[in-house]
């Protein structure tokens, strides 16, 4: 058994593990898919130390990590990390997770790491259960894509359901996917939120990255324009099986009249999602916080889902 970080890999190890079932689980986390990694790598830039690793024999992938370091914590750029693994048989899935355990005491040692942030996991909460730092409750809301376009609107909260036909009726919505993207889309979202953050929030590659996400078929784009205006922008991204709210950016102008030019624009992403063959589109966490703001937004996002999935985060002392 092998514990290897992934940048690591031999070209030949390389590509066993792309090939394998273990990567076809990976993919179904849009945000594992190359082109993500790249824009996250660009989004934060060199202040997260990619050291994710898979464990591995001559015959198969059994688990993976997709972990950075910031100088004293594992996570997934600060947020939990996710293991992904393949069913086999028990002892095999021990060996593992005890040469797990062993190469993280060597990172431990070698970047000076002192925190792991990861979703619940049984054999890391038995190993580190008496070195538990802090637990939180995440909450996400999912909407089921498997559910007819009738049943997806009736699942909106009733408040919202004129305020989606509103835009319907006075937007012009307009779809940008792989087969019809150009680039002076990308830069009239990425102008358009900048017009409306008041600043530039990220750099001009961040936004070409995603460009490109939307050319390989890996996000999609959906304008809502008044009155010949740009008022509403979401940016979808997605794997094969999922699909995540990315970024919406809303005219605030338009707002303050109480124009609900968001409404529409964001139902209309996920009826896209759907008609992609996507399963579940993911709005994120909409768990309640301190912050004003990010609770409105989380509010505003649990209107269009009935369905709060719950996870378990624990911080461990290494």
């Given at each position: ?28 986390n849009y945000a594992l898919c190359d082109i993500h990694i790249a824009y996250y790598d660009e989004y934060f830039g060199n ?226 999602a759907k008609r992609f063959g996507i399963k579940k589109f993911n709005l994120g966490n909409v768990a309640n916080s301190n ?28």
């Open positions: 058994m092998r514990i290897k970080e992934i940048k690591e890999l031999s070209q030949l190890e390389t590509e066993r593990f792309r090939h394998s079932d273990l990567y076809l689980k990976v993919l179904n202040t997260w130390d990619d050291i994710s690793i898979v464990a591995f024999d001559d015959s198969d992938f059994y688990l993976c990590m997709y972990m950075f370091s910031n100088g004293n914590e594992l996570s997934f750029r600060g947020v939990p990390i996710c293991i992904y693994y393949q069913q086999v048989n028990s002892k095999v899935l021990i060996r593992v997770y005890q040469e797990l355990f062993a190469k993280l005491e060597i990172y431990k040692q070698k970047y000076g790491i002192s925190r792991l942030k990861i979703y619940d996991n049984h054999y890391f909460v038995f190993k580190y259960f008496d070195s538990i730092y802090e637990t939180k409750i995440e909450h996400y809301s999912y909407i089921d894509l498997s559910q007819s376009e009738d049943e997806i609107r009736m699942n909106i909260r009733k408040s919202y359901k004129s305020l989606v036909n509103w835009g319907y009726k006075n937007l012009d919505i307009k779809i940008y996917d792989s087969n019809n993207i150009e680039e002076n889309v990308i830069y009239q979202f990425e102008n358009f939120h900048i017009q409306v953050s008041q600043r530039r929030t990220r750099t001009h590659e961040s936004w070409l990255l995603q460009y490109k996400a939307v050319k390989q078929g890996m996000a999609y784009i959906v304008f809502g324009f008044f009155e010949n205006k740009l008022a509403a922008a979401v940016l979808v991204l997605n794997s094969k099986t999922e699909a995540y709210y990315g970024v919406a950016v809303n005219d605030r102008e338009l707002m303050t009249r109480n124009l609900p030019v968001g409404h529409a624009v964001l139902l209309e992403a996920i009826f896209i912050d004003d703001k990010l609770n409105k937004i989380a509010k505003y996002k649990r209107g269009f889902s009935s369905v709060i999935e719950t996870k378990l985060v624990y911080t461990f002392e290494l």
